[in-house]
């Protein structure tokens, strides 16, 4: 009897263990679920994921945008359908953004602002836009906090962790500019390589707008004063004044002419005045960060960029507060590299258009009279070569840009998305489906890109021979 009852006790026994591991095992699982589906907010819900998950695998990001319809289709404002859609905050509507990873974890959960970005492009069927976040849209979440860049960091030295940013934008992959989809990627990483301190990562994504696909994106920061007070460590974005020089050209308005008239006073003068003079010099460079501007005017010449001698010219500066950065200096900074790899007999006449005609307000030709800041010049190109512009790096980079986006690439290829834009455009024909570019394409244009990058730092080095044989 006291035999069978112990066996029936450590039965008991048993069967109390096998319940609490699996009881155990169930709170685990569980636990695990709720990690996977990640950031969590009481009265989010995205009701497309679901089927967006379940609709296919991805390897980037995911970003999902719920907004009325009548935002997106008005015909002349209309976020996908519009033909002239309002710059500025004037054309800024409230949405929700969720972002997730490539497994559906939450990143990203807020209202926000969107509004359509770039100034000619933001009449194309495919646009690019900017998210914007605000007190007013969201008090729980007035700044975005998930770093969708892998740890970025403040430019000034202290290099602290950016926990925290006010912005960032969806830039689409469009014919005939950014074609592959990694010429920007390509260009800043090469930037980044070569020491340009404000190249600005980029991450892939795939674009939903109330659960339609849009087509291959990739996410990176804003440039605004915003932006730039976050890179830069500036506690009050109010010191800083920054302007795009051509905005009036290319959009018929110009959001900050006091900016524009302060920087162009310097531009006279500089192309007025004896730069050999040391005087002269002096005053320059207390107003100008010549090297950065010299950096700019070679990175761009390095990357056979055919879009920035007469445009995307954006300057800024913060008043002096004896801080890095924060020195009353004017800087220019480097963006829009859709149009970079040009064809070798661009990258030979940009080179002649950057150091010998003054035009566009281009201060480089006056910066090179000065024998030292020409000296400088030819030096930063030659390092640049050394670390980034050379055979070795520009195949590792394209390789890596190329494995980040190709399988969304592929993707977008064979979408209804692509399908729209190619037969609708808000300002021309539709494309004849013989003309439409397939992956194959897609493919030869990269190898093409990559083939005339690698050729243009023996065109830049044939040009300075040529321009200065003496040196």
Not at 70 to 82: A, H, P, Q, T
Request: net charge negative; aromatic share 12%.
């Amino acid at each position: 009897m006291i035999d069978h009852n112990a066996k029936y006790l450590r039965l008991l026994a048993l069967g109390l263990t096998a319940l609490l591991l699996l009881f155990c095992l169930y709170e685990e699982n569980s636990a695990a679920r709720t990690a996977d589906q990640g950031l969590h907010r009481d009265g989010y819900t995205d009701p497309y994921i679901d089927e967006i998950l379940q609709s296919r695998s991805f390897s980037t990001l995911i970003v999902s945008i719920l907004a009325d319809e009548e935002i997106l289709y008005d015909e002349k404002d209309g976020l996908l359908s519009g033909s002239d859609p309002a710059a500025g905050q004037e054309g800024e509507q409230k949405i929700q953004i969720f972002v997730y990873d490539e497994n559906g974890r939450a990143l990203i959960i807020q209202n926000a602002g969107i509004r359509v970005s770039g100034a000619d492009s933001r009449k194309a069927a495919r646009k690019s836009y900017r998210i914007i976040a605000r007190e007013e849209y969201d008090k729980q979440a007035p700044a975005f906090t998930c770093d969708l860049w892998d740890g970025r960091t403040t430019v000034d030295g202290s290099e602290q962790p950016i926990t925290k940013y006010s912005s960032f934008n969806l830039h689409a992959v469009r014919l005939s500019m950014d074609a592959t989809g990694i010429h920007n990627s390509v260009g800043y990483s090469l930037a980044e390589k070569a020491g340009v301190i404000d190249a600005s990562p980029t991450t892939p994504a795939a674009l939903y707008i109330n659960g339609t696909y849009q087509g291959a994106y990739f996410i990176l920061p804003s440039k605004t004063d915003n932006a730039l007070s976050e890179l830069y460590n500036i506690q009050d974005k109010d010191d800083i004044e920054v302007a795009s020089i051509f905005d009036e050209v290319k959009t018929g308005t110009q959001a900050h002419p006091e900016v524009v008239a302060a920087y162009l006073e310097l531009v006279d003068y500089i192309q007025s005045s004896d730069l050999t003079d040391p005087e002269t010099q002096a005053i320059v460079e207390s107003q100008l960060d010549v090297d950065q501007f010299l950096q700019y005017y070679a990175v761009n010449l390095l990357l056979g960029n055919g879009d920035w001698i007469d445009n995307n010219l954006r300057v800024w500066r913060c008043q002096d507060n004896g801080l890095p950065y924060q020195d009353g200096k004017w800087r220019v900074y480097l963006y829009d590299l859709d149009w970079i790899g040009s064809f070798s007999e661009l990258v030979e006449s940009n080179f002649w258009l950057a150091t010998q005609d003054c035009s566009n307000y281009n201060i480089l030709p006056k910066l090179l009279e000065n024998p030292a800041w020409r000296t400088r010049f030819t030096e930063i190109i030659y390092e640049m070569e050394e670390t980034a512009f050379n055979s070795e790096t520009i195949e590792s980079v394209f390789a890596e840009e190329t494995a980040r986006m190709e399988d969304e690439i592929a993707y977008d290829f064979q979408s209804d998305a692509f399908v729209t834009y190619m037969t609708y455009s808000v300002t021309s024909k539709a494309v004849p489906q013989e003309e439409w570019l397939t992956f194959a394409d897609w493919e030869n244009k990269v190898e093409e890109f990559q083939s005339h990058l690698l050729k243009t730092s023996a065109i830049i080095n044939q040009c300075i021979e040529a321009a200065w044989p003496e040196e």
